[in-house]
């Protein structure tokens, strides 16, 4: 008998008495770890429900030799499928090895890997041994039914659980009489509260019971900057390196588009699995985080009593890509969780989603955690090894905390994201809870004292629970932004300061809910301007100041600019006749006016918009204008404007900056320290005639504490800079 023939023979021994093991349901988890003198190996050895198109990954440590990576270097060996051919690449870590099998694993059989086959660090080193088996699955991913993103997210019917309450039916009666030139079947973004919001726009993906999922950029006060509708549900609106991210349900893909709003780059998933909807993060380096839902056929009989001997179970994987999408990391709660860590799910249901992974974050120190919302966990995992370092949630199977100040505890949350240092939020649905009630938290992780303490509990002034969806995102300035998920809670969307106090508050209409709402600073150039804002100056009461604005299209094709929106008409608007059409690559002239009707100054935002059945993109242009009494002549000179001392001056708590302005107009006071750097903006706006008062507290943009020094408080008004020294004792 020949050596190969031999280990096959062994080889079908083992498969036998594993797939006897995997039939009995015999899926426990067990501490799966990697080979002696291997950081990380996948599949891990003695790993089941493998897909029969996974890679072999190996990492040991150390730059490798390229030179030593050949195709030979890993033998990988199936007791029914006998020996694969393949390809060996290094990933552009430099690093990790990957091979890439010809043919994919034949269902049920036992695959062993040996090597390294001459693989060496660039330190000239061989690597150590290599030798494991894993269990390749009788589940071929890529055959398997993808269930919809919603009946995965919402166990409850969609109707039952998208159903708006009574005062947002109303809201959506009256908004749906009055009409809009936008896309039939567009939400209306209706603004309830507007204070002073951290700057930029927010991203929502609304959908409902009746409609799919859309992408929607709006800005503060509730005006679309993007808008586009697609044949399938789109998820998850995100800005990460430069593009605008979002999953289309109806091909597994993530996308990302440029500043044009055209696609520049897509992910899915390796090893066979769909992309899933839940989560999706690109990383500094290009790499990529993504979730995968794999589901497997378990005898669940033989792991509860009652359980359905041909159960369809929802395993999570994690996969990470790098730049080539080789997957050069993946982490499955196979290997990891037990089944029976699900809480409240139905162990004997003929379908069992006992982790339902909804979100993957990159904490402080580089490793990942992952929110399982059917776990009430959240899972610190070594990004080297997999290893779990840690499991959170009181309302959790495995807990490693003491929580301190949260009697209650989370569950069913979503959207674990790292703050600041040591600083997590998370948007805890609170739905199976009593009392439930859903709220944006934040909370400082001490992992050297295994301590989790509730430092914020933001909840909608009209309470309610959340039984899906929701996030939570930390602001500069330490504001907090939450997106109340699937439920009874009305508004959607709720912004607070860093004292919790509401800055804004916006609502969908018709009635829809949204997986998450996001913040960032954001500029399209499909539709660009010569300059971001207009400012007429003084202008006598009663009369009339024109300008000219310069739209380019810096699209491939033609743009029809449909309309010209101004949020006041009164005082400001375009004098072109819409629609338009702008040429690639081509400019148009838009003239402007600005109307005094008062001895006061006036502000508005101008939108160049162009619509159709599907899509909306518009630019937004900032109209300033200031009117005064034709018979006075507007003030000049060194009287326009000062600025006094500061008092108290030194200051160690807070202080107050006086100034006056001798008309009405723009005007900024900002603090710069010693060397030049802005430390903070204490005024930006339009302000009256008369004298002012700012206060400053001595903190920074982000709200933190500044050092104690020697600062510079400068005003910024009628055309002239003034400054004043402010000292800090502390």
């Given at each position: ?169 109303a809201v959506a009666s009256r908004a749906a009489a009055a009409g809009s030139d ?58 990460q390196n430069g593009l605008l991210t979002y999953y289309l349900v109806g091909d ?289 009461a009663g009369s009339v100041a024109t300008d000219t604005l310069r739209v380019t ?178």
């Amino acid at each position: 008998m020949s050596a190969a023939r031999a280990v096959r023979c062994v080889l079908a021994v083992c498969a036998v008495v594993a797939c006897g093991c995997l039939l009995a349901g015999v899926v426990a988890a067990a501490p799966l770890r990697a080979p002696a003198g291997y950081r990380y190996v996948c599949p891990l050895p003695e790993s089941r429900f493998v897909s029969p198109v996974n890679t072999i990954v190996v990492r040991a440590g150390g730059a490798i030799d390229p030179a030593s990576v050949r195709d030979d270097a890993i033998t990988v060996t199936g007791s029914a499928s006998g020996r694969h051919a393949g390809r060996c690449r290094l990933a552009d870590d430099g690093e990790t090895v990957v091979f890439t099998p010809a043919q994919p694993f034949q269902p049920g059989e036992v695959v062993r890997v040996q090597g390294p086959g001459g693989l060496a660090r660039a330190r000239g080193d061989a690597l150590p041994p290599l030798a494991f088996t894993f269990h390749v699955s009788r589940v071929d991913p890529r055959t398997q039914p993808r269930v919809r993103f919603d009946d995965r997210d919402e166990a409850l019917p969609r109707e039952a659980l998208h159903a708006p309450p009574a005062a947002a039916r109303a809201v959506a009666s009256r908004a749906a009489a009055a009409g809009s030139d936008l896309p039939a079947g567009m939400p209306n973004v209706v603004v309830t509260t507007l204070g002073f919001p951290n700057a930029g726009c927010t991203a929502v993906s609304p959908r409902s019971s009746t409609d799919i999922g859309t992408l929607l950029l709006v800005d503060n006060a509730g005006q679309p900057l993007y808008y586009r509708r697609f044949p399938t549900d789109a998820v998850d609106l995100n800005l990460q390196n430069g593009l605008l991210t979002y999953y289309l349900v109806g091909d597994a893909t993530w996308y990302g588009l440029d500043s044009l709003y055209q696609v520049a780059d897509s992910w899915v998933a390796g090893n066979g699995y769909w992309a899933d909807a839940h989560d999706f993060k690109l990383l500094p380096n290009g790499h990529a985080l993504l979730l995968c839902y794999d589901t497997q056929i378990v005898e669940m009989d033989q792991v509860v009593p009652g359980g359905n001997p041909e159960a369809y179970v929802y395993g999570l994987v994690i996969q990470e890509l790098d730049s080539d999408r080789n997957v050069v990391f993946q982490w499955r709660s196979w290997d990891f969780f037990d089944i029976t860590d699900g809480v409240d799910v139905d162990l004997t249901a003929p379908t069992v989603d006992y982790v339902h992974g909804n979100a993957i974050e990159v904490a402080d120190d580089g490793n990942l955690m992952l929110s399982s919302r059917n776990m009430n966990e959240v899972t610190k995992i070594d990004r080297e090894t997999g290893a779990i370092l840690w499991r959170w949630g009181r309302n959790a199977v495995h807990n490693d905390f003491t929580i301190v100040g949260d009697p209650r505890g989370f569950a069913y949350q979503h959207d674990i994201r790292f703050a600041t240092a040591g600083r997590v939020t998370l948007f805890d649905n609170g739905w199976a809870l009593d009392p439930a009630y859903a709220r944006g938290v934040l909370y400082r992780l001490d992992e050297d004292e295994m301590t989790a303490t509730l430092l914020r509990d933001v909840r909608p002034a009209g309470g309610g629970a959340a039984h899906s969806n929701g996030s939570t995102q930390w602001l500069p300035g330490g504001g907090l932004l939450m997106c109340w998920g699937a439920g009874q809670v009305f508004p959607q969307v709720t912004e607070v300061d860093a004292n919790d106090e509401v800055t804004l508050e916006y609502r969908f209409v018709p009635y829809m809910v949204s997986y998450r709402v996001r913040r960032f600073e954001w500029t399209g150039h499909r539709i660009d301007v010569d300059r971001a804002a207009v400012d007429f100056g003084a202008v006598p009461a009663g009369s009339v100041a024109t300008d000219t604005l310069r739209v380019t299209n810096h699209g491939t094709s033609e743009l029809a600019i449909t309309r010209f929106v101004c949020t006041d008409t009164t005082h400001f608007g375009a004098d072109l006749a819409a629609p338009v059409t702008i040429a690639p690559e081509s400019t148009l002239a838009v003239p402007v006016h600005f109307r005094a009707t008062a001895a006061a100054p006036f502000r508005a935002t101008l939108y160049v918009r162009s619509s159709s059945t599907d899509e909306v993109i518009a630019r937004s242009i900032q109209l300033d204008g200031v009117g005064y009494d034709a018979l006075a002549a507007p003030p000049r000179g060194p009287a326009a404007a000062a600025l006094a001392p500061a008092h108290p001056n030194p200051v160690r708590t807070g202080t107050v900056v006086p100034f006056a302005v001798a008309r009405a107009g723009h005007a900024t006071l900002r603090v710069y320290d010693a060397a030049g750097r802005r430390v903070a903006t204490l005024l930006d706006a339009v302000v009256a005639a008369g004298d002012h008062t700012v206060a400053w507290n001595g903190t920074d943009e982000r709200g933190g504490r500044v050092a104690p020094g020697v600062y510079v408080c400068e005003l910024a008004a009628a055309g002239r800079r003034f400054e004043r020294r402010i000292v800090l004792l502390r």
